[in-house]
């Protein structure tokens, strides 16, 4: 099982992280900021439908055309990104805890959106951002040792 879904990591969710890494590293994060705490504020949960990029900034220019208000866009947006993840997370697998890490779990509107869409309260450690690295210097540490 272990194995199974570290394959699965490695070919599905890996390159989808680079994709947001890639798409977040092309937005200042000052603006993802201001849409996560939009998002928050969200009275009305509009949708986004389109699982394709381009598709789906279409449907949010017709949402600001449609005079929508930005919460609820933000909230689209994060939505729309939660779908995505969760779909990721049923194939993994998990039972009611979750955790996120990253630069992107600073962002309490996406953070929320998963949540809505688990049903479950997702943990954001303090610094999420030096998750990766820690787990990478033990992994190095432990490697270390069984070569010894």
């Not at 994709?19 to 928050?40: N, R």
């Not at 995505?84 to 996120?100: D, H, P, Q, S, W």
Request: aromatic share 4%; proline share 3%.
């Amino acid at each position: 099982m272990q194995k199974m879904a570290r394959r699965f990591a490695e070919e599905k969710i890996i390159p989808i992280a680079d994709k947001l890494d890639q798409a977040e590293a092309e937005i200042p994060q000052e603006i993802l900021d201001e849409m996560g705490k939009l998002a928050i504020q969200s009275r009305e949960d509009i949708g986004i439908e389109s699982i394709c990029a381009v598709f789906a900034e279409s449907e949010i220019i017709s949402l600001i055309h449609k005079r929508c208000r930005p919460e609820d866009i933000a909230r689209a947006v994060f939505s729309a990104l939660a779908n995505r993840i969760y779909t990721l997370i049923i194939k993994v697998g998990f039972e009611r805890n979750l955790a996120m890490v990253g630069g992107i779990a600073n962002n309490r509107g996406l953070v929320k959106a998963i949540e809505e869409k688990t049903g479950c309260t997702v943990f954001v450690p303090h610094e999420p951002i030096i998750v990766g690295a820690i787990g990478a210097a033990l992994i190095a540490c432990d490697k270390k040792m069984v070569g010894s």
